[in-house]
């Protein structure tokens, strides 16, 4: 699996939106970007995935980059309950393993 | 819809003795399972998946082991714990895709 690469945390106010950052230079044709958040003592939620176009869903917009060697994931008006540490991670579709790294520890301020 | 479930949802064991964590997964046939550990502080391991009854891979030798007795029931297991076995176990589950739902997990302290 391809390495990624993001900041160690960011804070976002209450109702603005959060930009989360993701550099996955090294991906490969077949390898879809995926987004997961952790909330403190609980199990990893699915937040969104792509491939090369951007996504969207009930959660988040993932726009990833022509190139595909980086992507952002948005929450378009964050509120303290996605205060999480937030994982971007790239696998291939044959791949059973996903290589969870350190993520991005994202904090909603009031 | 889909749900997973896991127990129990906190343990304490000492050392030594044995260990059975369960995974069952309902509103799904044939799904890939998986077991992830994720100690204090670090990110997640995979430590077994299954593609099927029976058809465990492991992919960190350890003092653990996994069976999967039934399409949707995913057990881990360790005869002794050892206190590097501590930490926050996942159970998650898959279609025949990549994209992974995680159970609530079980953390296990060994004393």
């Known amino acids: 699996d391809a390495k990624t690469t993001q900041p160690t945390s960011m804070d976002c106010a209450e109702g603005r939106a959060a930009n989360l950052p993701c550099n996955h230079s090294?991906?490969?044709?077949?390898?879809?970007v995926y987004w997961y958040r952790q909330i403190h003592s609980q199990g990893p939620q699915y937040i969104i995935h792509?491939?090369?176009n951007n996504e969207t869903n009930e959660m988040a917009s993932l726009i990833i980059t022509e190139d595909r060697k980086s992507s952002t994931l948005i929450l378009p008006h964050a509120t303290l309950r996605d205060t999480a540490v937030y994982y971007c991670?790239?696998?291939?579709?044959?791949?059973?393993?996903?290589?969870f790294g350190k993520g991005t520890k994202l904090s909603v301020i009031p | 819809s889909q749900t997973i479930h896991q127990w129990p949802a906190t343990l304490v064991q000492p050392v030594g003795s044995p260990l059975s964590l369960e995974c069952t997964v309902e509103g799904t046939s044939n799904p890939n399972l998986y077991w992830y550990r994720q100690a204090a502080g670090r990110g997640l391991q995979l430590l077994f998946y299954?593609?099927?009854?029976?058809?465990i891979s492991s992919e960190v030798p350890q003092n653990l082991s996994a069976s999967r007795p039934q399409d949707r029931q995913f057990i881990l297991s360790s005869k002794k714990l050892l206190l590097s076995d501590s930490g926050f176990y996942l159970c998650?589950?898959?279609?025949?895709?990549?994209?992974?739902?995680f159970g609530p997990g079980t953390r296990l302290l060994v004393l």
């Open positions: 991670i790239v696998s291939g579709a044959g791949s059973y393993q996903l290589t």
């Open positions: 792509g491939l090369k």
């Open positions: 090294t991906i490969s044709g077949n390898e879809y």
């Open positions: 299954s593609v099927g009854i029976g058809q």
């Open positions: 998650a589950w898959s279609a025949k895709g990549v994209t992974q739902y």
